[in-house]
């Protein structure tokens, strides 16, 4: 299976990760009215499949029993390591600068990128001084 998720599934993944209380198929494509059942329906399933989503109950909906989803506890971590699969994929064909240098330009908001700057900042000093004690 094809761990790579394309735009729709993403923005599934998104919606149900951000919301407040499990959604079903029907309340996706209600937010998102140009979604269809074609193509909820495959994009749950491989979602499912990823372990990045699981069943948080059955509830009625009109006369109907539907499935509610929510993300699964490891969804975070599992995200975490398709991006570094994808991290050291991309390393062996363009350097490590580049590729950070392209995730700040991707962020157009300069606030979020003065924190993340920071942030990267606090982690460098934190592995080099780790890898320092290893010496």
């Not at 979602?47 to 009109?62: H, Q, R």
């Not at 570094?84 to 991309?90: E, G, I, Q, S």
């Not at 490590?96 to 962020?107: I, M, N, P």
């Not at 003065?114 to 290893?134: G, R």
Request: proline residues 4%; aromatic residues 6%.
């Amino acid at each position: 299976m094809n761990k790579y998720l394309n735009p729709k599934e993403y923005n599934i993944l998104n919606m149900i990760f951000h919301s407040e209380e499990p959604l079903s198929a029907s309340q996706l494509i209600k937010i998102q009215p140009e979604l269809t059942v074609n193509i909820v329906q495959p994009a749950i399933r491989k979602l499912l499949k990823l372990k990045l989503i699981e069943v948080a109950d059955i509830s009625i909906d009109g006369n109907v029993l539907a499935r509610r989803f929510q993300s699964t506890a490891d969804a975070p971590d599992i995200i975490e390591k398709m991006f570094m699969d994808d991290y050291l994929r991309f390393k062996r064909l363009i350097s490590g600068q580049s590729l950070f240098s392209a995730l700040l330009r991707a962020d157009h908001r300069p606030n979020d990128a003065q924190n993340e700057i920071a942030e990267l900042e606090q982690l460098l000093d934190e592995y080099k001084k780790k890898t320092d004690k290893n010496r």
